[in-house]
């Protein structure tokens, strides 16, 4: 049976996209970013579909113990590291790599009597001012972890970009200039680039990079695409027509009456809304692919459907698919309908969407 909403996560793309970071960034080790539901594209079944990646990295400790029980035994990041000695404990039994951003996770460390030693990645803050150490308390905070016993496995070095993905690259280059200056006399491990980064050639020289957009086959940047750069979209985002109807010249389609239709017109109801994570801000002539063809959004989307003029297309019937974005609907031109990034509208898929692997 052919469910009315879906997205299809396409794992043979996520296989292809590792590769084609891993040419970008060629001799580094890559960190996979699966949080927030490796973007909506389902955490586990990614993690497995990209069991080559070199470690992954989550934002919480409960998104690497559900890595954990699915089998993953890979290298697993918490990015956001760990705030009480609960889940210090939790991390060191299941192996977890922490980030440290902050003094107070250095005094929890100190105080862990606990024989197991952790990969830890220092993360330093060189101008995106969310998390880190500032340049002038990251020499206190690495002296202080490396006096730590036992000793870490390894101590790494880590920050992340504000701006990777402007035109205009002052500020990338000023933060890789912040970072190389405080960490070059260090014998350590170090990551900079995100997705933007690695598609621009940006802090590839260190031993790790961090994609996360990229791998699911979409562009960081406003006006490309993720095919641009080689990249194949993962998730499509398809639901069905379960309706249409002749809306006469001079009516309103939807709530609101935010559409009024000029002409005599053919008007599909199309089983997504914003109960499934469509923005319901997506203005009047968003495309959806129908059979193939585009057709304008028309009206206000509603919770569980939308309308879509498909006046001027070959007859639709109840029951044909339609594509929302993925593959031929780039995801990045509905974000910019929306006035969002593609991060947001691929993160807010609702649960109940069901993703069917290919
Ligand atoms: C989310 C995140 C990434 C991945 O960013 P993309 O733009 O999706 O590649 C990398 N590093 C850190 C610290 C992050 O939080």
């Given at each position: 049976m052919s469910r009315l909403i879906r997205a299809i996560i396409d794992t043979h793309a996520l296989r292809a996209n590792l590769e084609t970071v891993r040419q970008r960034a060629p001799g580094t080790h890559v960190m996979a970013v699966v949080k927030a539901n490796a973007y909506g594209h389902g955490l586990v079944p990614t993690a497995l579909a990209l069991a080559d990646a070199d470690a992954f990295a989550v934002a919480r400790l409960e998104e690497g113990l559900s890595l954990r029980a699915a089998g993953i035994d890979r290298p697993i990041v918490l990015l956001e590291g760990v705030l009480t000695r609960e889940q210090l404990l939790e991390a060191a039994r299941h192996g977890f790599d922490l980030v440290v951003h902050d003094p107070l996770q250095v005094e929890l460390l100190e105080g862990f009597s606990n024989a197991h030693r952790f990969v830890l990645w220092v993360k330093i803050?060189?101008?995106?001012?969310?998390l880190g150490f500032r340049p002038t308390e990251f020499p206190q905070a690495f002296e202080r972890l490396q006096k730590l016993r036992p000793a870490p496995l390894e101590i790494r070095l880590m920050t992340h970009l504000a701006r990777a993905d402007a035109p205009d690259g002052t500020m990338t280059r000023q933060q890789i200039a912040r970072f190389v200056n405080l960490t070059r006399h260090l014998v350590c491990a170090t990551s900079i680039a995100n997705s933007a980064a690695v598609l621009i050639g940006?802090?590839?020289?260190?031993?790790w990079v961090r994609p996360g957009l990229a791998l699911y086959g979409v562009s960081p940047f406003a006006d490309r695409t993720g095919p641009d750069f080689n990249l194949q979209p993962v998730m499509t985002l398809e639901a069905s027509v379960i309706a249409t109807r002749r809306v006469p010249q001079g009516e309103t389609v939807g709530y609101d009456g935010i559409w009024k239709a000029e002409r005599d017109s053919t008007i599909a109801i199309v089983t997504a809304g914003y109960g499934d994570g469509l923005p319901r801000n997506l203005p009047n002539g968003t495309p959806v692919l129908i059979g193939g063809r585009r057709a304008p959004l028309v009206g206000r989307v509603s919770m569980d459907m939308i309308a879509v003029d498909?006046?001027?297309?070959p007859p639709v019937h109840v029951g044909m698919s339609v594509t929302l974005w993925g593959k031929d609907l780039p995801v990045e031109e509905i974000a910019r309908h929306a006035g969002t990034i593609p991060y947001e509208l691929l993160c807010g898929v609702s649960q109940r969407v069901p993703h069917e692997l290919r």
């Open positions: 803050d060189t101008g995106m001012n969310r940006a802090g590839i020289q260190c031993e498909v006046t001027d297309l």
